[in-house]
């Protein structure tokens, strides 16, 4: 049984850091393409940042370019997001996400990816 568990999550001011990770188990991952997600109260789920087929090639997503980076452990199962210059509107429940069969142009569609974690809360106030 695939399980995804995120931690790191917290409340942070304006322009703060925080660092998601993500625990994968019950399965090999390494050649696996993870991702993380994102969503506010009352929108839609929203791609952050995703890592193609083990260490392949990284997508973010226009409003987080430049200030998250997404790194992963395959020897550990761990992914990470490591968000910097948070703001408000990073705001969010943030899940990450396991695909084993996605092709490189589904990346960023939540529907394409097979197992979820519950998520971890980000809040950016003063």
């Known amino acids: 049984q695939v399980q995804l568990t995120e931690s790191g999550g917290g409340v942070v001011q304006p322009g703060g850091s925080l660092r998601l990770d993500c625990v994968a188990s019950?399965?090999?991952?390494?050649?696996?393409?993870m991702a993380w997600f994102r969503q506010a109260p009352g929108k839609e789920r929203q791609f952050v940042a995703g890592?193609?087929?083990?260490?392949?090639?990284?997508s973010y997503s226009d409003s987080v370019n430049g200030r998250f980076t997404i790194s992963r452990d395959n020897a550990k199962n761990t992914m990470y997001l490591q968000m910097n210059n948070l703001k408000p509107e990073d705001t969010a429940l943030y899940s990450c996400?396991?695909?084993?069969?996605?092709?490189?142009?589904?990346?960023?569609?939540?529907?394409?990816?097979?197992?979820w974690g519950r998520g971890t809360q980000v809040t950016v106030s003063s």
């Open positions: 890592m193609f087929r083990g260490y392949g090639r990284t």
């Open positions: 019950g399965g090999r991952f390494s050649q696996s393409t």
């Open positions: 996400a396991v695909g084993f069969r996605l092709i490189l142009s589904q990346m960023q569609r939540d529907v394409a990816y097979d197992y």
